[in-house]
């Protein structure tokens, strides 16, 4: 099937088998970006959970690095360059904490946020108008086979008068929430493509000044006293 850029509201009224056969291949494509966006969300929301993870746990790394000068070692002598490096490496844990924790909100305003959005307005909205084009269809077949029932020899003018009004008001019907729903999926095919790329933009930018951060950090030295370098290591970081 050649690619179709919309639904004409046009053919709305005349709702033929075509216009069907069309509508049904909007529908399945709505669909399939339905069952993909809830995937992808998954797997955004796997990615904040993790970065918010990595808040948590360097937290934790700061804290438990500090807490080496209130345990009580048997042999604690020389411990006090073993105390300050620590310290000093808990305060660049906290330097890059602050980092993470950006990073993690940035991911959820600018990555999460926008696809649940998504999920929720445009999508959600396809699917309550679907329901309701469904229902309305249903209601102007309903009053159609009450019409072809009419009696053609022994007709009830007032009866008839009434059917016809209820077909009148039930093909109305059908038409206004006919043309809601092409205009929603017509809709849908432009906002995917920017739901899309929204989240994996705001994703990039976040990663990217996350790493213009840690590497605008200035580089350190520590300089332990002469018996620690001798015993152990000379300690450096670079950030």
């Not at 955004?44 to 009580?72: D, F, H, I, P």
Request: charged content about 25%; some cysteine.
């Amino acid at each position: 099937m050649p690619a179709v850029d919309k639904l004409l509201l046009e053919e709305a009224l005349q709702d033929s088998p075509q216009t069907r056969s069309l509508l049904s291949v909007f529908e399945e494509d709505a669909g399939t970006l339905t069952d993909y966006t809830n995937q992808l969300l998954q797997a955004m929301q796997r990615v904040y959970g993790a970065q918010n993870e990595m808040c948590l746990a360097t937290q934790q790394l700061s804290k438990q690095l500090l807490a080496y000068e209130k345990q009580n070692f048997a042999l604690g002598k020389g411990d006090e360059e073993v105390i300050s490096t620590l310290h000093y490496f808990s305060k660049v844990v906290d330097e890059l904490n602050v980092l993470h924790t950006e990073l993690a909100k940035q991911l959820a305003d600018t990555m999460v946020l926008p696809i649940i959005q998504f999920r929720e307005k445009d999508l959600t909205e396809v699917s309550t108008l679907k329901d309701l084009f469904g229902l309305a269809s249903n209601e102007h077949d309903l009053s159609m086979a009450k019409y072809s029932r009419l009696s053609k020899k022994k007709e009830n003018e007032k009866v008839k008068t009434e059917v016809v009004k209820e077909v009148a008001a039930a093909r109305r019907k059908q038409h206004l929430s006919s043309l809601q729903y092409y205009c929603a999926l017509n809709a849908l095919q432009y906002r995917k493509r920017v739901a899309m790329m929204e989240p994996l933009l705001g994703f990039a930018h976040g990663q990217r000044r996350k790493f213009r951060c840690t590497s605008s950090l200035e580089t350190s030295e520590i300089q332990p006293s002469e018996s620690f370098q001798r015993g152990w290591i000379t300690v450096s970081w670079t950030c």
